[in-house]
């Protein structure tokens, strides 16, 4: 058993695991011996049941007036919008420019990363300079290829930019960070974690680099499935989330220069 | 969606689910009418603020829309998933306010809101009756770790400075609540295979 977790030690765990609440070392460990023991899967799904069933008992409440109009309403428009996102923040569109030219810039940039990582094999290893080096100079025309973007944010801020992520399916599949943070963390020195989630909510931890003065860059190979991840996030090493992004899929194509 | 010839409102959460790709005003208002209260009660009661709980419930009907076609109904109903999200959404927005501590109050009312079985949950499925009752069953100091963990998303260690206790007897409240009601949805008096 290549884990060092043993079935005992994932029982005393399991249940924080189910309840999404244990430290990333130990989550990570506790998710490599799950997948080697049913016996202990069981137990977890069991417990997870235990956890959504729990927060089922929390009362419903009345929504502020005019909650249901404007949410069926944005999820209308996001049905029949050419992109078919819905967009949940009024000042999105203003942003429509920059974002366009800030994107063209981050495929060329994902390419970039891409040749990058595929030549280096991947082992959570730092790119920053690498990827500085590379992006400072034209990228040639590159295969269109679908790639993951999305623009990290401040949770639940201003939509403070905070840097860039990006997610390939490969194969390999990898996983990429640009961090620049602003407002109460752009100070921010130490290690960090990135995780994706998943469409229900739930996370899982890609790996750990670290931030200096808040910047850093980052990539790791990991599994990428398009359809099961909605965003990444930005933790501190105390769970804190310093950053959050959507993820949306694009395409790594010939460079369309300004 | 185009054919509809009976009220939306009968349609099943999954078919509601599926029919809000088709950008159907009606569907679409149709299901967030639906389970509205249910969203926003869970993003109201882990974080206590309307401006932000409002945040969180209009997230979390977009991330459904966004992904309905990976919804399993194997796993659990609509309504579930939805809470499920309204849940992590919730927990992220209290992470990133640490600054703010829990009100104590705030828990205690919250346990008592999760144990208590008035006449308005008579009508709830039993697995559910069958876990209130478990949970007020739970010692104090075991159900205030289950709501700290289960609800605010708080780490063991969390737990132990808050409650200020050594690490593993917040470990050992939380493993041993859970295992509580575990039992009590297991228990052979009838079988609940979803919800």
Known sequence: MASDVT????????????????????RAEAVE????????????????????RLIGLLPPAEPPTGFETRVSRALTRAATAPEGRPHAHPSAPEHKGVRGRARRVRLRMASAVAALAIACGFAGWGISTAVEAITATPVPAVESE?????????????????????????????????????????????????????????TTHVGDFALRNGHGNWAAS????????????????????????????????????? | MQGIR????????????????????????TFVRRFQHTVFGVAIAVTGDPQLAEDIAQQTFERAWRHAQIYDPRRGSVATWLTT????????????????????????????????????????????????????????EQGRAL?????????????????????????????????????????????????
């Open chain 1, 146 to 202: 679908p790639v993951l973007v999305g623009d990290l944010t401040s949770p639940l801020g201003a939509e403070q930019p905070a840097g860039e992520v990006y997610a390939h399916p490969g194969p390999p599949g990898w996983v990429a960070m640009s961090v620049a943070l602003t407002g109460s963390h752009a100070s921010y020195t130490g290690k960090v974690a990135c995780l994706l989630e998943h469409p229900d909510g739930t």
């Open chain 1, 33 to 52: 011996h799950l997948e080697q023991c049913a016996d202990c899967r069981e137990y977890v799904e069991h417990m997870t049941l235990v956890g959504d």
């Open chain 2, 85 to 140: 999200i309204a849940h992590n959404l919730a927990v992220d927005a209290l992470r990133s306010r640490r600054s703010e501590p829990m009100a104590p109050e705030d828990l205690d009312v919250l346990l008592d809101v999760v144990s208590e079985t008035p006449e308005q949950w008579a009508l709830a499925d039993e697995a559910s009756a069958r876990l209130r009752a478990a949970v007020a069953e739970l010692p104090r």
């Open chain 2, 147 to 195: 709501v700290m963990a289960g609800i605010y998303g708080m780490t063991a260690q969390q737990i132990a400075d808050w409650e200020k206790i050594p690490l593993g007897t917040a470990k050992t409240r939380i493993r041993t609540a859970m295992a509580k009601l575990r039992n009590t949805l297991t228990s052979p008096k009838r079988g609940d295979h979803g919800q």
């Open chain 2, 6 to 29: 009976f009220p939306v409102g009968r349609l099943p959460d999954e078919a509601l689910l599926s029919g809000l790709a088709t950008g159907d005003p009606e569907l679409a208002a």
């Open chain 1, 7 to 26: 079935c005992e030690r994932l029982r005393e765990n399991g249940a924080e695991l189910a309840l999404g609440v244990l430290s990333g070392r130990q």
């Open chain 1, 222 to 258: 990991t599994p990428v499935d398009p359809s099961a991840i909605s965003g990444a996030r930005l933790t501190s090493s105390d769970g804190t989330v310093l950053a959050t992004a959507d993820l949306q899929v694009g395409q790594v194509q010939t460079p369309d220069v300004d």
